[in-house]
């Protein structure tokens, strides 16, 4: 008998024999929306790979469910902002999955290299992170983020199609690309046709960064006010009309692609119609903003805080009627509809949990755009890229490849399934060593995407293609 040791939580889990052999260990942070599923995987998988999964979370009643009786799990209380809490988890570590929000994502991969644990995430990559290239590569560990849907599968899809049409002797002269996550078609749940089934705060800043793309060898440049205005019709098959406004960076992704002949170059989400001029307003209105704290923001009604944008001069008369002036809008129009829908005109006390105006948009969207019980969602990516073969008299096609996926009713969502899976499998591949890469990455990398693509398709995650000739 061994005395004087203390067993951590983990180690009375597993039986003494296997306590013998190395377990590695998996540290999941973050048990929120995107993360059911992922954790299932990495669960199911356990026993059969010697690795041991602990799930952290600020919100460990929901860390515990995530987890539930797993032998080979645990959940424990997770404060990102505790550095001695966050560096003393990472440390016992392997490999770390990163399901924190993006603005965390550079503190987490520098605690990783610092403590020689890799790192998967679902999030685009900070420019921190793809600056810890070199110290990565020295300590031997690697940095994978954007392996989730969008980004994620999106790209390596992306860069599948790209390939092919080089091996060909061809390049891309237009590159249009779109990712979605909405209810299923179906589903009429409520006036703005959106649910929940992520982040809430990516909703309501999905803006904060403003866009930039390229059209026909033009630069667009989008601030962060303006995004929902830059919004166009995208035809998704066996889906139909939907619309798209611009995400973010589309620009940097021409060299990443290797796209130096591209004349179009756009990346976009996908909303069904009306999503964008709604949103607008309330972008106009100013609310989706994190920076200015709200004093006793809990005690405070919507009215009172949406009255709080509103400029003196807009003063006497109701609240929705002088918004409506405010923003140029009709106050019978569908807008103030969906406005008034939303309940941002509501003088109770909301109770929210938070400091500033987005923390608000945030407990509203949790509350009001609920996927509804037995109701399924739907994730989409849509890549339309015209391309020629010089090789070939010039000859000129259009490419257009279409990935839909519907969630289970009263099971994984679709959003859980498409982001966690890539995670899980790109984690798994880490961990088992069929992933020998280091340094700072996106799943561009040749071996990142074809192992992971190819995982997928055996999860029947595949994508169907059109292709048309142009003249």
């Known amino acids: 008998m061994i005395t004087g040791v203390a067993w951590s939580a983990r180690e009375r889990r597993i039986p003494y024999c296997e306590r013998l052999i190395r377990v590695k260990n998996v540290l999941i942070l973050g048990a929120g929306q995107s993360a059911p599923f992922l954790i299932h995987y990495l669960l199911d998988q356990a026993e059969a790979h010697d690795w041991f999964v602990t799930v952290a979370d600020r919100d460990e009643s929901l860390a515990r469910e995530r987890v539930g009786n797993h032998p080979r799990g645990s959940a424990t209380y997770f404060d990102v902002n505790d550095l001695a809490l966050r560096s003393a988890l990472i440390k016992q570590s392997d490999l770390v999955v990163n399901l924190m929000p993006p603005m965390f994502q550079p503190q987490i991969a520098a605690d990783c290299v610092q403590h020689h644990a890799h790192m998967v995430s679902a999030s685009y990559r900070e420019e921190r992170v793809r600056d810890l290239d070199r110290d990565a590569h020295r300590n031997g560990i690697l940095l994978l983020t954007e392996v989730g849907l969008d980004p994620g599968i999106d790209i390596m899809s992306a860069m599948e199609i790209i390939e092919r049409v080089r091996t060909r002797g061809g390049y891309v002269e237009r590159f249009r690309s779109y990712g979605s996550g909405v209810p299923a078609p179906d589903v009429d749940a409520n006036p703005l046709r959106y649910c929940i089934t992520w982040n809430p705060r990516n909703v309501v800043m999905s803006a904060e960064h403003g866009a930039q793309y390229l059209l026909d060898g033009q630069i667009k440049i989008v601030p962060w006010h303006h995004v929902f205005q ?142 509804p019980p037995g109701a399924r969602d739907m994730v989409a990516i849509v890549h339309e890229l015209e391309v020629c073969y010089p090789e070939e008299n010039d000859r000129r096609e259009k490419i257009t490849s279409t990935f839909t996926h519907l969630g289970k009713p009263g099971g994984f969502t679709a959003m859980a399934h498409s982001v966690g899976l890539p995670a899980a499998i790109a984690a798994r591949l880490v961990l088992t060593d069929q992933l020998p890469l280091t340094g700072s990455h996106i799943p561009t990398h040749e071996r990142v995407c074809r192992s992971v693509l190819r995982e997928l398709e055996k999860e029947g995650m595949a994508f169907s293609e059109r292709v048309t000739a142009l003249e």
């Not at 307003?281 to 805080?305: C, D, F």
Request: hydrophobic share 40%.
């Open 230 to 371: 830059h919004s166009w019709l995208v035809d998704v098959d066996g889906v139909g009309k939907m619309e798209a406004y611009p995400n973010r960076d589309s620009l940097s992704y021409a060299s990443v692609f290797g796209l130096s002949r591209v004349k179009t170059m756009i990346r976009g989400t996908l909303r069904y119609p009306g999503w964008c001029e709604t949103w607008l307003q309330i972008v106009r209105l100013g609310m989706p903003n994190e920076h200015i704290r709200i004093p006793r923001l809990h005690e405070r009604s919507y009215a009172e805080i949406v009255e709080m944008f509103l400029p003196q001069s807009t003063s006497g008369g109701r609240l929705d009627s002088r918004v409506a002036n405010f923003l140029h809008i009709s106050e019978t129009g569908r807008i103030m509809e969906n406005l008034r829908w939303l309940g941002l005109f509501s003088t109770e006390p909301a109770g929210i949990d938070g400091e500033t105006a987005a923390d608000a948009l945030i407990h509203l969207l949790r509350k009001k755009l609920v996927l």
